[in-house]
Structure formats: structure tokens, C-alpha cells
T-cell receptor, first 112, second 116 residues
């Protein structure tokens, strides 16, 4: 059974800092991995999707990497801003069943 | 990106009533939609996979007679919580999967259900 863990559970940084969020998964036979952002009481916004054959994806200040063999992904946020404050979730798509298994999330707060 | 809507965004009902939640893919067709449940400060738990024109596939522990799912068209799936009780109060989120080489899921804004 696929299990996804995210570290740290919560993170507070001052504005302007670069930061890294970590995601690990137990079954390396994944189809793809997605990073999402969730604001309080809201749905999920897809940030980046990395296919199993890819090593990284970039979108603006965000860069996600994938090391499938070691079961790890990182989300790098450059020059953090208060508007980046949210919960960040990673999810892995395992096999062909189209199911996403979600991590426990990292609550990020960027302070002024 | 693809847009998924949910209606209603918030519902409060009395115990014993049934509540229907709609999930629509607005600018793409989705043969597969998913329903998730999220408790406060917890991650999303998949409840069921909804396929257009066929019966939904429920995850272990999810009562199919309690949570009725209908996927009548390529753009609409509904979740009906039957005879709702306070323990059914939760945040329900749907997603729709794009077809093609990259199966990416796009999520709706969620529905907050409160059962009194």
C-alpha cells in the first residue's frame, strides 16, 4: 500500500527566503507526482506535475524534483512571499488505477 | 488549466436529510471523476472513483448506499449523502481527470457539509 509522508508538517519563514518542502513515498512504481496548494477552506490548486520519466518541473518561482528510485520529491520555492502562505500537498499516482495518494501536507507561513 | 466547479459550496442540513453535491468539469470532458473527503487539518481521503456511464468504485470502508454517486455525463458527477448524520459533516472535494498521455487531476473548490 502506497504511503506518502511530508516533512516538515509546518514551516514558518520570513519573506524573501528560499525554502524546500519534502515528500517521500514508499512504493516507487509511480505514474506521476503532483504538488498542490490548498488555502484554508478551499479546494486544491495544481502547481506542478512530474511524470515518472522526468526529473524536475519548473513554474515561475517553483521547482519540483523527483527521484523515483529513492521515493522522494522536493518542492523548492524561491524568494518566498506572504501570498505563498498555504498548505502544500504532494500526491502520487500509482499504477494504472488513476488513484492519487496524498501526503499529510506542509503548512507554510511566510511572515513579513 | 482546466476548471472544475462544485455546487453548493456550503450546505447545512438537519440530521436524516439527504444532500446532493454536484461536480462539473467546465472546459473539458472527464470520463473519470473522483470524490474525496477531508477532515479538519487532515489530508484528502479518496472515497470513490466515478466513471461516466458505469457504477462507481468505492474505497474500502466507504458505504456505497450511504454515498450515492452518479456520473451521467462527461462533465457532471453527483454525490448524494443519504440520511446524513453529524459524523458525515466534512469537506467534500471532487476532481476530474484529463484524458490523454498525462493523466492530471483538477480539483473543485470543495463543499462544506454541516449536519446538525
Amino acid at each position: 500500500k502506497q504511503e506518502v509522508t511530508q516533512i516538515p508538517a509546518a514551516l514558518s519563514v520570513p519573506e524573501g527566503e528560499n525554502l524546500v518542502l519534502n515528500c517521500s513515498f514508499t512504493d516507487s512504481a509511480i505514474y506521476n507526482l503532483q504538488w498542490f496548494r490548498q488555502d484554508p477552506g478551499k479546494g486544491l490548486t495544481s502547481l506542478l506535475l512530474i511524470q515518472s520519466s522526468q526529473r524536475e518541473q519548473t513554474s515561475g518561482r517553483l521547482n519540483a524534483s523527483l527521484d523515483k528510485s529513492s521515493g522522494r520529491s522536493t518542492l523548492y520555492i524561491a524568494a518566498s512571499q506572504p501570498g505563498d502562505s498555504a498548505t502544500y500537498l504532494c500526491a502520487v499516482h500509482t499504477g494504472t488505477a488513476s488513484k492519487l495518494t496524498f501526503g499529510t501536507g506542509t503548512r507554510l507561513q511566510v511572515t513579513l | 488549466g482546466a476548471v472544475v466547479s462544485q455546487h453548493p459550496s456550503r450546505v447545512i442540513c438537519k440530521s436524516g436529510t439527504s444532500v446532493k453535491i454536484e461536480c462539473r468539469s467546465l472546459d473539458f470532458q472527464a470520463t473519470t471523476m473522483f470524490w474525496y473527503r477531508q477532515f479538519p487539518k487532515q489530508s484528502l481521503m479518496l472515497m470513490a472513483t466515478s466513471n461516466e456511464g458505469s457504477k462507481a468504485t468505492y474505497e474500502q470502508g466507504v458505504e456505497k448506499d450511504k454515498f450515492l454517486i452518479n456520473h451521467a455525463s462527461l462533465t457532471l458527477s453527483t454525490l448524494t449523502v443519504t440520511s446524513a448524520h453529524p459524523e458525515d459533516s466534512s469537506f467534500y472535494i471532487c476532481s476530474a481527470e484529463t484524458s490523454g498521455t498525462y493523466n492530471e487531476q483538477f480539483f473543485g473548490p470543495g463543499t462544506r457539509l454541516t449536519v446538525l
